[in-house]
């Protein structure tokens, strides 16, 4: 199967951020190394804040020699084609390596507006060559012409992130400081029940200005001695 388990997955790279790696985690089943890359499931890759692609993995190699004719016997048809280089400690040079893969694949290469993606991915341990077979839709950032914004707002990319967070069997989600209701607009985004509340009327009242899929916030005084349903969060 094209799609199968596991396929490589590539992440923002900063290996600090535990934050990208436990979205990675989450929504692949692998942890990022250093490089931004892990092994795990591309299936939920479309909805990622800091993970970026999925990768089937079609040859690896010891060196760019051995690589080189492990693609050559692949015999690959790709017009419209573009290599990506992920440089992950390998002393490869990306202009050669790439050059000398892409003179294996037969089709025309199209470095600006390609129709399919390859990686190139150049390690200290060796090289792995694959195709990209999804991408993050970055679909949160069609979000950044919601109504409202204060200094406040989660950025839509990291509240993104935090809800990538949600286990997969888990349907709603409250945020009894809903603000502007960033968080609320991208869990009900990837598909989550969105419920918020916020003790500031201005708040609530511009968290109500987003699509009207989401639940319509209250004004809620949150307390952490007091359970937030106590409280009649809608
Ligand atoms: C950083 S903003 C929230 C960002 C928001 N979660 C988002 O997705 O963009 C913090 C919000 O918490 C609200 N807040 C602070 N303390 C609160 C409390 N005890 N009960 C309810 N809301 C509170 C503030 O009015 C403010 O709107």
């Known amino acids: 199967m094209w799609h199968a388990h596991p396929c490589l997955i590539t992440c ?42 999925g990768v089937q993995v079609l040859a690896r190699a010891d060196g760019l020699e051995q690589l080189v ?29 790439t050059t000398a893969i892409a003179d294996q694949i037969q089709g025309r290469p199209n470095l600006n507006d390609p129709e399919h993606r390859f990686l190139l991915v150049a390690e200290a341990g060796g090289m792995a060559f694959g195709s990209v077979v999804v991408e993050a839709s970055r679909d949160y950032r069609k979000h950044d012409r919601k109504p409202c914004h204060t200094p406040s707002s989660l950025p839509l990319r990291l509240a993104r992130c935090l809800v990538n967070l949600v ?44 699509p ?12 952490s001695a007091v359970p937030t349903h106590v409280m009649g969060l809608t």
């Open 12 to 53: 923002t790279r900063d290996y600090r951020n535990e934050l990208i790696a436990a979205e990675c985690e989450a929504l692949t089943g692998g942890r990022p190394n250093a490089w931004g890359i892990a092994n795990g499931s591309t299936d939920q890759v479309l909805d990622g804040a800091f993970v970026k692609q």
């Open 69 to 97: 004719s492990r693609v050559a016997e692949l015999g690959l048809h790709q017009d419209e084609f573009r290599i990506e280089w992920l440089a992950a400690g390998g002393p490869e040079d990306r202009r050669v390596a």
């Open 167 to 210: 286990p997969r069997d888990v349907e709603s989600i409250a945020d009894p400081c809903c603000g502007t209701g960033s968080i609320l607009l991208e869990a009900a985004a990837i598909g989550l029940q969105a419920r918020g509340g916020d003790w500031n009327p201005r708040m609530v009242a511009m968290s109500r200005q987003n």
């Open 212 to 223: 009207d899929r989401i639940s319509t916030p209250s004004v809620t005084r949150f307390s």
